[in-house]
């Protein structure tokens, strides 16, 4: 089992930045591919970004690419999200996912552990 605490959302104003982290316990969190997902209000989960288990590999949605990065601390067993000229648009409650296999994945149902997810507010 792992499980997953995410932190770091809040209220911010349209251009500003947010750091999220996902805190990971349990099960060995270096072995796995780790993701950010986000859910906005009356819209599907959808994938934000994705790295695989040693860092080298990141993956990103093309509505992020280039404001956010996603990194992983495996001694600190956590994962970040840093989040650039924020836009209303990314409003949403975003999870932190883990994967049981070392490679990344941008489809949900791939991930077997979920964290509870942070609330990401951005005004105009």
């Known amino acids: 089992q792992v499980q997953l605490v995410e932190s770091g959302g809040g209220l911010v104003q349209a251009g500003g930045s947010l750091r999220l982290s996902c805190a990971a316990s349990?099960?060995?969190?270096?072995?796995?591919?780790m993701g950010w997902f986000r859910q906005a209000p009356g819209k599907e989960r959808e994938f934000v970004a994705a790295?695989?288990?040693?860092?080298?590999?990141?993956y990103y949605a093309d509505s992020v690419k280039g404001r956010f990065t996603i990194s992983r601390d495996n001694a600190r067993s956590t994962v970040y999200l840093q989040m650039n000229s924020l836009k209303p648009e990314d409003t949403a409650i975003y999870y932190c996912?883990?994967?049981?296999?070392?490679?990344?994945?941008?489809?949900?149902?791939?991930?077997?552990?979920w964290g509870q997810g942070t609330q990401v507010t951005v005004s105009s």
């Open positions: 790295i695989g288990r040693s860092g080298a590999i990141r």
């Open positions: 996912a883990a994967r049981v296999v070392s490679y990344y994945s941008t489809a949900a149902n791939d991930y077997n552990y």
């Open positions: 349990g099960r060995t969190f270096s072995n796995g591919a």
